[in-house]
T-cell receptor, first 111, second 113 residues
Framework: DVKVTQSSRYLVKRTGEKVFLECVQDMDHENMFWYRQDPGLGLRLIYFSYDVKMKEKGDIPEGYSVSREKKERFSLILESASTNQTSMYLCASSFPGGRQFFGPGTRLTVL | AQTVTQSQPEMSVQEAETVTLSCTYD???????LFWYKQPPSRQMILVIR??????QNATENRFSVNFQKAAKSFSLKISDSQLGDTAMYFCAFSYNTDKLIFGTGTRLQVFP
């Protein structure tokens, strides 16, 4: 079974803190994704990576950055967390042209 | 720009009954893919069904089937013989020419005993 894991299920941070969300997949997928899920807005793509060290901005990249140093790991970074970044963050991975497999999500609260 | 619209924020159905979730999309592309994803409460999102736009035949997966109307840009999901385990958020999604998905806002389905 494909496994996509995320480092935390719940996270509470303070405004201005630097936040790292980690995602690891075990299927050797080339593609990895970070989404943000908010009620009434569905899932919105933050960043997408199609290979190690490669990244592409999604629909809402402002306030976020990403890192992909190894194929299996894709990190989302909030350089200076703000309250409007309180949300559920979902990671996913796939082969090119293949279905996306999702992680369990990280519910981030920024106080 | 491509958009995906789910006009039913919430729906409910009794166990063993049939329910249909609606999805419309907007695109000028001719070849694309459509998906329904399911997100159970506190559990991971999983793919329910996928449809290639070039295929006229509607996709089916056990109790789940779609009604794909390309001209109308409509992609509804029918769940037959609903079960309690079908209770979840359902998201319609679209992709073309890339691996990026565009999601609708979701429909929360509650199955009652």
């Amino acid at each position: 079974d494909v496994k996509v894991t995320q480092s935390s299920r719940y996270l509470v941070k303070r405004t201005g803190e630097k936040v790292f969300l980690e995602c690891v997949q075990d299927m050797d997928h080339e593609n990895m994704f970070w989404y943000r899920q908010d009620p009434g807005l569905g899932l919105r793509l933050i960043y997408f990576s199609y290979d190690v060290k490669m990244k592409e901005k999604g629909d809402i990249p402002e306030g976020y950055s990403v890192s992909r140093e190894k194929k299996e790991r894709f990190s989302l970074i909030l350089e200076s967390a703000s309250t409007n970044q309180t949300s559920m963050y979902l990671c996913a991975s796939s082969f090119p042209g293949g279905r996306q497999f999702f992680g369990p999500g990280t519910r981030l609260t920024v106080l | 720009a491509q958009t995906v619209t789910q006009s039913q924020p919430e729906m409910s159905v009794q166990e063993a009954e049939t329910v249909t979730l609606s999805c419309t999309y907007d695109t000028s592309e001719n070849n694309y893919y459509l998906f329904w994803y399911k997100q159970p409460p506190s559990r991971q999102m999983i793919l329910v069904i996928r449809q290639e736009a070039y295929k006229q035949q509607n996709a089916t997966e056990n109790r789940f089937s779609v009604n794909f109307q390309k001209a109308a840009k409509s992609f509804s999901l029918k769940i037959s013989d609903s079960q309690l385990g079908d209770t979840a958020m359902y998201f319609c999604a679209f992709s073309y020419n890339t691996d990026k998905l565009i999601f609708g806002t979701g429909t929360r389905l509650q199955v009652f005993p």
